[in-house]
């Protein structure tokens, strides 16, 4: 066979850094500042009713899970930046301690984005964003047909966090009923990502969508404990042609492959290329790592171990 790299070295990179105390800027900065860096977020899409019965839906991207047991996510319906006001969806769980916290995919992502408009207390945000309010089965407020997963939720505290424009309202709600859309189910019944196509909340208006090439897989190092950028070796560990994440790969391996299997894959798999660059050391190298760092891109990690090894075998 006869292989042809094509990656690229790794650029030196000079970093800079534009630094802010958060107490130096004025309120719309830091606020494009933290929700512009801290992303994506996924997005609580919340349903709440007042002691009226009216029905208000919101969304809020200052959102997450943060307990199994109890199934517990937490989410900020913050002050109104302009004036401090307090949000309808905050007034409502004072009144009614119960919501539905439906999430949002790219199917409905722009009937979120309307419903997120400022219309005045009493107005009905599911009427007005065209989406289908579905009674729940353990909490008063209405779930979202459209959403592929809605959670129904006892309201089990909520914290200020202070009376000014932006400042945090945390509300904290026990998952008590969860409702999965079949077709977003695995064999196991748990949710599946790349069936979900949810979408995340980024800075200003834009949006991350969580489906095909955007989904990708890291496996946990759980069954094995990796042995580390620091055991690798060091022409390895300071090769200009792989990345950080190509050697947090290398380093999430428990050990080396053994000599026998290196002398192996070299005899079989690399026998041309080592023929041809046979007199020139640093060349071979550099084609070696060149080609370990494409099949880590591939996710082959064992055939890239033992091709970078392969330069160093007897």
């Known amino acids: ?28 900065k830091l606020h494009g500042c933290l929700l512009g860096g801290i992303a994506p977020r996924p997005i609580a899409f919340v349903s709440t009713v007042n002691g009226k019965g009216e029905v208000n839906l919101a969304p809020f991207s200052y959102f997450n899970v943060f307990s199994a047991q109890p199934p517990l996510v937490i989410f900020s319906p913050a ?20 919501v539905v916290v439906n999430m949002v995919d790219h199917q409905m992502v722009q009937a979120c984005s ?51 424009g932006g400042a945090g309202q945390l509300v904290f709600a026990e998952i008590v009923r969860m409702h999965f859309r079949d077709d977003v189910l695995s064999d196991a019944g748990v949710p599946d990502a790349t069936k979900l196509d949810l979408v995340g909340r980024c800075g200003g208006d834009h949006y991350v969508r969580a489906s095909g090439d955007a989904l ?17 070796p060091e022409d390895i560990r300071t090769s200009r042609w ?32 080592f023929m041809e660059h046979e007199s020139d050391g640093r060349t071979l ?30």
Request: glycine share 8%.
């Open 242 to 273: 792989l990345t950080g994440n190509h050697l947090a790969m290398l380093g999430g391996c428990e050990s080396m492959p053994d000599e026998t299997d290196v002398n192996e894959h070299k005899l079989l798999e690399l026998a041309e290329v």
């Open 114 to 164: 309307l419903a997120s408009t400022d219309y005045g207390t009493g107005v009905n945000e599911f009427v007005k964003a065209g989406l289908t309010p579905v009674d729940s089965e353990a909490v008063q407020p209405p779930r979202v047909a459209e959403s592929p997963v809605q959670l129904e939720c006892k309201v089990v505290k909520v914290e200020s966090l202070g009376d000014h």
């Open 1 to 28: 066979m006869r292989w042809s790299p094509t990656a690229q070295a790794i650029p030196e990179v000079k970093r800079s850094y534009t630094t802010y105390q958060p107490s130096d800027l004025e309120p719309r």
């Open 79 to 98: 002050r109104r930046g302009r004036d401090g006001t307090t949000k309808h969806t905050w007034d409502n769980v004072q009144e009614v301690p119960e």
């Open 216 to 232: 990708f897989a890291v496996p946990k190092p759980l069954a094995t404990i990796g042995m580390g950028v620091d055991a690798l």
């Open 285 to 314: 190298e550099e084609v070696l790592h060149r080609m370990a760092s494409e099949l880590l891109d591939r996710g082959m990690v064992d055939e890239a171990w033992k091709t970078l090894l392969c330069f160093n075998a007897g």
